[in-house]
């Protein structure tokens, strides 16, 4: 169990940063005592921490989704739960934000996973960004500050882990300022990713698809953003360890 030390860490970070934040914690319908500890580590941070739970499991972009919608501070942060990424590296990603940018985007510095996970992970990676035309390093880096107006702007839909290209597609079309900071990536602990089974790695293939014909057939015009105010303030939204794509 990864969360506490992650929440903890994630606290600890933002009050280096800005004394105005709060820490997201979505709990995608986990039945393994997660939501026990929430709640004790909810006694020591009552000001700053907040726990948005599921009753079911909507999958990686459900979560992600919630944590959005539910940030109330100037900026989100997001990144996963379980410890791939050093959330403490979240001052390199602040030091980048500015009245110039929108979007600071991390991208893996190594990726510390099997050999055959990195060359599945490079794979997608071309995949998406020749397909959808992204521009940014690394689309598969949960680590990411971003303005909250932006998503006043635009609507995500994936349930699963593509809402990242989904994501990072609609900003790029929005016309918003990247940032792109590396930062390390960790070997997973505890948990298991379900995203390299052959079931899960069909069904993002089939979403991928979906996605593509919604986004680049489909379509909608860009719109272009308009330059933002300084901000003060920003929010760390949280997600549980994904289980489609590690």
Not at 123 to 144: E, M, P, S
Not at 153 to 165: D, F, N, P, Q, Y
Request: proline share 4%; hydrophobic share 40%.
């Amino acid at each position: 169990m990864t969360i506490s030390s992650v929440v903890i860490a994630t606290v600890q970070t933002l009050q280096q940063i800005t004394d105005d934040f709060e820490v997201i914690v979505v709990d995608d319908g986990s039945a393994d005592g997660t939501r026990e500890i929430l709640g004790e580590l909810q006694r020591f941070y009552p000001q700053h921490l907040r726990v948005e739970g599921h009753p079911r499991n909507r999958g990686y972009g459900g979560a992600v989704r919630t944590g959005i919608a539910s940030a109330a501070k100037d900026w989100i942060f997001y990144t996963d739960g379980d410890a791939q990424y050093d959330v403490r590296e979240l001052s390199l990603l602040a030091a980048q934000a500015g009245d110039d940018v929108d979007v600071v985007n991390g991208y893996k510095i190594a990726r510390s996973d099997p050999a055959y996970r990195k060359v599945i992970g490079w794979a997608y990676n071309v995949f998406v960004h020749v397909a959808f035309g992204l521009k940014i390093r690394d689309v598969d880096c949960d680590f990411r500050l971003m303005r909250r107006s932006l998503f006043e702007r635009l609507e995500l839909k994936s349930s699963s882990g593509t809402i990242c290209v989904e994501m990072i597609k609609k900003l790029q079309d929005l016309g918003c300022r990247f940032r792109q900071v590396p930062v390390h990536h960790f070997h997973r602990s505890v948990g298991r990713s379900y995203f390299f089974r052959p079931y899960w790695l069909m069904k993002t293939f089939v979403d991928l698809l979906a996605l593509w014909y919604e986004l680049m057939v489909k379509g909608a015009a860009p719109v272009r953003v308009p330059a933002s105010p300084p901000q003060a303030a920003m929010a760390a939204d949280r997600s549980l360890p994904r289980d489609d794509q590690g």
